[in-house]
């Protein structure tokens, strides 16, 4: 069964049969959908625009063969992005509210989480309420980390600053149950966001902010690979960092005395 399929439709107020029409296929094949095959390209790419989804979101594998599809498996790569503005902001939107598990995010400030979507903060509180669980690791503003890399940046003080401008967007998850908030102070060689088993990599290169740099999704596979590698990285960073508590946030120096 195609759940993401079924969960769209029934949050837009679609029946089946309309969809049917819209693809120009029998109302029968439409079920079969639903039931879990996959649609050829045309009636994937038509589905997806009429729902405002991504295609990946609803077939996160694309349609090959059975033969191709037992051999490619464990294939981990869904597909790749120049840089991170060029994730469609639906993309980041639909891997959101598909989350039924876990949502996990690894960042210094993350800042564009939130400024691209002034709602994140209340649609992870939905989530949570949900039974999923929200863990947000933002970088130690007044951490050695974050300054060093605001050095390498060519920043300066600024990364810190936008860190704790960041972490303003989520006070209100600090009392929600399922959300937690904590701060790391590691050498942070790729931001992650992940929603169950996909999962955002954003490599960073020295001196480059992370907006510069690719993006690749990931989905889990039947082996462990790059998905579980990323995914232990999460745990160990998580492990290490503090609970975040905004009364105790003020800006540091990192000059000499």
Known sequence: MNER??????QRGIPP?????????????VSRWLGGRVPHARHRFRVARHLRV????????????AQQQAAGSDQELVTTYQ?????????WL????????????????GTFFAQSNPH??????????DGVRV??????????????????????DTLAAKIRASLTYYRPLLSEAGCEVRLHDTTLYTSMFRYDNNLLANPHVWGQPASANPILHLRRADT?????????????????ARPWTPDQERPASHGQD
Not at 5 to 10: I, M
Not at 136 to 156: K, M, T, V, W
């Open 5 to 10: 399929l079924h969960s769209v439709l029934a």
């Open 17 to 29: 049969e309309s969809l049917a029409e819209v693809c120009e296929v029998d109302p029968k094949t």
């Open 54 to 65: 991504e295609e990946l979101f609803l077939w996160p594998v694309p349609a090959r063969g």
């Open 83 to 91: 840089n991170r503005a060029s994730v469609p902001r639906d993309t």
């Open 94 to 109: 639909s891997l959101l509210k598909g989350a039924q598990e876990q949502i996990s995010v690894l960042v210094f400030s």
């Open 120 to 129: 994140v903060a209340k649609m992870l509180a939905e989530r949570a309420s």
């Open 135 to 156: 863990r947000l690791c933002f970088g130690d503003s007044s951490g050695q980390a974050a300054a060093i890399r605001g050095r390498e940046e060519g920043i300066g």
């Open 224 to 240: 462990a690979g790059w998905f579980d590698n990323y995914a232990q990285s999460f745990e160990a960073v998580w492990a290490t």
